[in-house]
């Protein structure tokens, strides 16, 4: 794998990783609700998840999907509809105080952790972008052992670079972001960052 295919990787990654999902969301909620641990432990669990779906790429479930035209379309509109499902919630209602209550962390750390691993595995966000989009940046045929670890790496280092500063301004502004009026720009930036991302896979082809 050549140093350009290193660098798509990385961006595509990092725009997906900032386009606020259920992820990001509970990651805020996270943080506001239980301060900058619990809401590490929880980004840790996003990283996993995120790892599993990459570790399932490689591993040609990615090949399966290209193989079968109608199922990779499917996939594709599916995950339009569902980003633009998600813009309406986030315009709509969103974050609330209610959800940072109910994102307060219960069970310690650990719960943390799996209340991400779980979050990510359950995202269709993520699994739209590992199926239709790193296919396109990535080239499977030629991957060997030394570029998974690479791309594990990447991986790791672009979703820490992405998520830390969320998590890290949720739990020092908590006072602030708890606010109707910050919550609501908040939900509103991130509906308009997601009917972006859906207009973008919507014409890409």
Do not use: C
């Not at 998590?167 to 308009?192: E, H, I, M, V």
């Amino acid at each position: 794998m050549t140093l350009t295919g290193f660098l798509a990787y990385s961006g595509a990654l990092a725009i997906a990783a900032a386009i606020p999902g259920p992820g990001i969301t509970a990651l805020v909620a996270r943080a506001l609700g239980s301060g900058f641990r619990s809401s590490l432990a929880m980004s840790l669990g996003l990283m996993v998840g995120d790892l599993t779906y990459l570790t399932a790429v490689v591993l040609g479930l990615a090949f399966v999907a290209q193989s079968f035209g109608m199922v990779f379309l499917a996939i594709k509109w599916l995950g339009v509809a569902y980003l633009a499902y998600l813009a309406y919630n986030f315009w709509t209602s969103g974050i609330t105080p209610e959800t940072v209550e109910a994102k307060k962390g219960k069970g310690g750390l650990f719960s943390s952790f799996l209340a991400g691993l779980t979050v990510t595995l359950g995202n269709p966000k993520t699994m739209i972008f590992y199926l239709a989009i790193t296919p396109t940046v990535v080239d499977l045929h030629s991957l060997t052992l030394g570029d998974y670890g690479i791309l594990v790496a990447i991986t790791i280092a672009v979703l820490m670079i992405v998520l830390v500063p969320y998590l890290l301004l949720a739990s020092q502004a908590r006072w602030f972001l708890k606010t109707p009026r910050a919550l609501k720009l908040l939900n509103r930036t991130a509906a308009g960052f997601m009917v972006g991302a859906a207009a973008a896979i919507a014409v890409r082809q």
